[in-house]
């Protein structure tokens, strides 16, 4: 077993809501085809939104995603299904509040930051991603880089580093408009 596929299996899908109002036990196949891990054995988009997150909250599964994702990324999942995470990924740590009815709102949970939180533990395959020049991935997770890594000064020098290939607005800084250490 893989990492994603052991980093889903620890999770309790059955004892979650989804953003879709029943239980979050569907993400796990859908995961599991996004990884290229379901039944065609390729990496298969399966959107997430208004299941796990919205443009405006995060629901109870966003963190559990959020370490799905990260296990994703250390595996090396394909190429789409790498830059369908990372997507995941930024949509997770960029998420502005907790749903307002779910029960991680009730416990006060902070799901954004709960999310963020795990996305820091992992900023290592976030380095390496930006590091690969891989087009698409090292933008995306230099953007995310600049939400959650609290040493700004690493930050900076990873832009110097990575400029020749990093898109114009995480070269320029533009990307760091959103970002969320500093509200820490």
Sequence with gaps: MRGVEREIARQDWTGMRCG????????????L?????????????????????SAVVLWEPAPAVTSVALAALADGVAPPAREWFLDLLQH??????????????????????????????G??????????????GAGTAFEILTVVE?????????RE?????????????MCDDGQRVSDR
Excluded: F, K
């Design 20 to 31: 879709c109002g029943g239980s979050a036990e569907h993400l796990a196949g859908d995961l």
């Design 92 to 121: 997770l740590v960029a998420g502005e509040g907790t749903a307002g009815e779910s029960a991680s709102a009730r416990r006060g949970l902070d799901l954004p930051q709960l999310c963020r939180d795990r996305a820091v533990q």
């Design 123 to 136: 900023s290592w395959l976030l380095y390496a991603e930006v590091m690969s020049n891989r087009s698409v």
């Design 33 to 53: 085809q996004l990884a290229g891990r379901g039944p065609g054995h390729q990496p298969c988009h399966v959107s997430l939104e208004d299941h796990v997150w």
């Design 150 to 158: 609290p040493d700004r000064a690493r930050l900076q020098r990873l």
């Design 161 to 173: 580093i990575a400029a020749d290939w990093l898109p114009v607005c995480c070269r320029t800084g």
